[in-house]
């Protein structure tokens, strides 16, 4: 087998894993564990594995190295998955899904661990899935609506989601969401993440240090540009605000 042989392999196998793990996902956001999340797609359902990646870990550069993709995924990522396992070991949590787990220890002092490497687990596999190869561009025709609606325009929809981005103070995300008919443009600290607020992630920019430090040191304006501009998943984004 070739190595192109092998790289497609390694897509198709990618593609099921992400497939599967979403059905689980939606069918439990369909429940309304979150008001306002239904039918938002997702790949991590299951806190007990480490979805695949929907591309291979050279794909998104030079925007991002496969150096940076390779530690952010198979360090940090895989770390909150093998440390949400030994904390839920033996416990209530043990068989619920992310999403339920983050349901359910969200704002409890004494429950932090769980839900910081739950809602890790889950905002690291919808960062994945919010980039792909070649993107950016424009908005199919849909999602283009929905943002000259809620912002004006296009430029000004990439515009609040840079600004919520580099304005970040510290560790956490930035997120294009909607919020009930609007799309709005918010940041979250740390591990937070949109659902716990009612509002239903379409779309999210990881800013802590390690997804860009390798690659951009402390220049994070430009990471988040180079982002936006050239691997933003607009079709994700069209995808989740159905």
Not at 73 to 92: E, I, P, R, S, W
Not at 164 to 173: D, I, L, R, Y
Request: aromatic share 10%; hydrophobic share 40%.
């Amino acid at each position: 087998m070739d190595k192109k042989d092998t790289n497609d392999s390694a897509n198709l196998l990618d593609r099921r894993g992400f497939l599967a793990a979403s059905a689980g996902t939606l069918a439990f956001l369909a429940m309304g564990r979150f008001p306002g999340a239904a039918r938002t797609v997702h790949a991590a359902s299951s806190p007990h594995t480490l979805p695949a990646l929907p591309y291979a870990e050279n794909a998104l550069e030079p925007v991002i190295t496969a150096n940076t993709l390779g530690f952010h995924y198979g360090k940090h990522h895989k770390g909150y998955v093998d440390n949400l396992k030994k904390l839920v070991a033996g416990t209530q949590y043990a068989d619920m899904s992310l999403e339920e787990i983050i349901s359910k220890t969200e704002g409890q002092d004494k429950k932090s661990a769980i839900f910081n490497n739950a809602a890790q687990i889950w905002n690291h596999t919808f960062y994945w899935n919010s980039m792909k190869p070649d993107g950016g561009g424009e908005p199919p025709a849909a999602l283009k609506q929905k943002m000259q609606a809620s912002f004006g325009s296009v430029e000004s929809c990439k515009k609040e989601l840079f600004d919520a981005a580099v304005s970040q103070f510290g560790s956490g995300w930035a997120w294009l969401v909607q919020d009930g008919e609007s799309l709005k443009a918010v940041k979250t600290a740390n591990a937070d993440v949109p659902l716990t607020s009612g509002m239903k992630p379409l779309i999210t920019i990881d800013v802590w240090e390690h997804a860009y430090y390798l690659d951009y040191q402390n220049r994070r304006g430009d990471y988040v540009t180079a982002v936006i501009d050239k691997l933003i998943n607009w079709e994700f984004a069209l995808q989740n605000a159905a």
